[in-house]
């Protein structure tokens, strides 16, 4: 198993758009996690975004579209050479309101790998 944690500091090529609106967000962090088959190997990327609690409610949006993500986000199979890849967007980490929906989301993508 191979995880790689990546801080976007403003990367334009890191942004992402809202599938609703178009709007543009970066998520403050990326996690690629990738793991080995016999033949190929099982890839996710995970976009993770920490708010602090004065901006939850005006962030919303962006929180509705990570969890979007996991459901409605594909991937072109033509570049997949057989492997396996899935993007998926947890909630907002935030420890003083939601820290239990976060660490519920993050061990429910541990199990899956």
């Known amino acids: 198993l191979e995880f790689y944690v990546i801080r976007n500091e403003r990367i334009p090529d890191l942004a992402i758009y809202s599938f609703d609106t178009g709007e543009r967000f970066e ?3 990326l996690l690629f996690i990738r793991k080995r088959k016999e033949q190929t190997f099982s890839a996710q990327q995970v976009y ?3 708010k602090g609690s ?3 409610l005006e962030d919303a949006w962006k929180e509705q ?8 986000a594909s991937v072109d199979e033509s570049h997949t050479f057989g492997n396996e890849y899935k993007i998926i967007g ?3 980490f935030n420890e003083e309101q939601r820290l239990t929906e976060f660490e519920e989301a993050m061990e429910n993508l541990v199990a899956t790998l």
């Open 90 to 92: 947890l909630p907002f």
């Open 48 to 50: 993770v975004e920490p």
């Open 54 to 56: 004065h901006l939850l």
């Open 65 to 72: 579209f990570l969890l979007e993500l996991t459901s409605v």
């Open 27 to 29: 998520p403050d962090f």
